[in-house]
Structures are given as C-alpha cells and as structure tokens.
C-alpha cells in the first residue's frame, strides 16, 4: 500500500478463498476493515495457483512485472514454481523481495511467527513496560509496519537504480525491530547489562514521560539543561533548576523530579498546563483517545482520516497516509478492492481469452467480484 500511495501499480495474487487478511474482524457489512486499511490502491486477482493456466498467468505476469513481493514461508514459492531461480529466467531484471520471520537463511531460517514473537525475541518486550508491572508487548503490530516500510524503502532504492538490476531483496520482521531500538541497545552494549524499564518515561532524558494533572494524564518531553530552565521558569520554581542541574542529576534523581513535578501538575488541569508550557516553547502534549486524536485539527489538516464508498461496505472511514507530495497526501485514488475484482481485466492483460477466462471462473480456479 505504501508504494501503490506513492504511484505504483500494485497487483495482488489472492486465492480463491481470499487473502487471511479478509477474515480478520471488525466486519462491516461482511467486508473487513483490517483488510479495507491496509490494501487501498491495489489490484485484486484471485486464482487457484496450483491450475496449470494460473501458472501460465503468474509467469506472464513475472515478465511484465517490475518488482515481486511475498511473505510466504520457506519452500511455498518454490513449490508455486515462482522460487527467484526460476523467476530470474522469467525476467532477468526483476526485483525480488521477500518478507520473512527470521531471515531467508540461518538457523532460524523455517521458523514461522508473527509480530509478538518477534517483539519478545528482538528484546522488545523485555524493555517495554514499568519495573512494577512486568513486560509489556506495544499495542500495535509493529514488527509488521517496520518491515513493510523497510520493504518499500529497498524496492524504491532499486528501482531508482541505473541500469536496472535483477537485485534480491531480504527483510526479517525479527531485524527490523532489532534495528528500530539502536539506542536501547546502546545502552545495553555501553553498561553491559539489561537496561530497565522506565514505564513511559525516557531512558535518556528527564524529564521525558507521562505526567498526571488534575483531570489527568499529559505528555512532557524535556531534551536540553535549557528546556528545564525554561520549565523551571514557567512553573516559576527555580529550586528545581537548582536541585537538578544536568540531565545526568535528572536521571539519577528521575523519580524524585518526577514526584516533585507531579505535586504542582495536579494543581491544575492538564489543559492549562499544555497552553502554558507550550507559550513557554517546551514541547507538551495531550494523550488522545483514537477517536479524539483523528478529530484533532492537524490531523484533519493532514487528510489522515479518509472516508471513501465501497460498493460493498458502504461508507468507510480508515487512516491516510503520513507521507505528503508537493503540499497535499501520497494516497492512491483507487479503493480497496474486493475479493477478485480485477481479476477478468488482468488475465486478459496477461494473454488469456474471455472463453478460458469464463471456464476458470465457473470451475472455481479463478474468483470475480
């Protein structure tokens, strides 16, 4: 989806039953809004990859093709006849990307998984969380959006290459969260132990975290000896400035800083707070509901909230995209498609008559929409 955002054309090889994604609630009107999120802007085609003339399709399609993407396990492509040797013979200049849970090679190798695993083994998790509440995954399945970012950043870089290459492309879900958490791993490599959870706040910085106002939570990062004056001046508390003078006091004292400043946030509420160290120039922030954070004014001004009619689910409201092209939203015009959707135009693209077309589809070895 990030590359059809940013003008690709993006088919996509589904089976006759659907991509699993289809299945994955919630549903509106039988459609899946998981799946509707994440595949705008691609083509559907749906086919029975084991039918001799869907393999005849699929080989077409690897001629024209620019780029092949998959995250299958191990062994399944080259079981489809679609394994990079034989794709390379196809198109010598094809660029092949393959999505894997551990890494095309090593031990690991055959493992399967899915973003929890990979948050517990890259050590994720065994940093995430409070010291008094234990380890905690993240909310989101990032491991997912890592990779795929970093999928879409590879493609691009070989198709901007001159002349192009027949490159191949690997990307661990696994690495991917390993990379994301450089500086986590510097401090486990600098003091040659565990580092420990700092619940939200920041490792490196105090005070950086999630205070409580008297109706509740708000966001303050401080980065600098200067932001704290200036804090220390905007609460008008210059024994703070006093008591704490670096960010290594900071650090060292984090809780009693952190409890000190608690005591004069629940004065007030959190709104007051926010407008007033926002005048003072610190960076501060409220902690939104999902709902509340999409009806944020800048949000809206950045289109991250789309709303588009399906001809199945009727009206759908989904996230934009967070990447902006000369002034306005990288984001393809084209829905999210429905299970085989494209699939008679495509197949007449790649050389089958509307006869042999027409046959599959009433065997079941292709699926429209």
Partial sequence: MLLADLGARVIKVEPPGGDLGRQFGPFQKGESAFFMAVNRGKESVAIDTKDWVSKRVLDNLVRKADVLVHNLRRGVME??????????????????????????????AKRSGIDIIFQGESGMISISGDARDGPRKTATPIGDYVAATNTALAITASLAETPRKGHRIDVSLRDGLMAVQSGWNALGFVNHAQPERTGTASPFLAPNQIFEAADGPFTLAIVSDRHFAQLGDALERPDL?????TNEARIDGRDSLARKLTRVFKTRKAEY?????????????????????FDDPQARHHEMLVEFDHPVAGHVRTTGSPIRLDGGPARAGVLPPTLGQHTRDILGELGLDSNT????????????S
Wanted: hydrophobic share 45%.
């Fill in 357 to 368: 077309v027409e046959k599959m589809i009433e065997e079941g070895t292709a699926v429209v």
């Fill in 79 to 108: 079981r489809l006849g679609l394994g990079e040797d034989r794709c390379r013979k196809l198109n010598a200049n094809l660029i092949y990307a393959v999505v894997s849970a551990f890494g095309a090679t090593g031990p690991y």
């Fill in 273 to 293: 707070w926010i407008d007033l160290l926002t005048e003072a120039g610190l960076p501060v922030g409220r902690v939104l509901s999902l709902a509340e954070a």
């Fill in 241 to 245: 400035v006093g008591d704490f003078p």
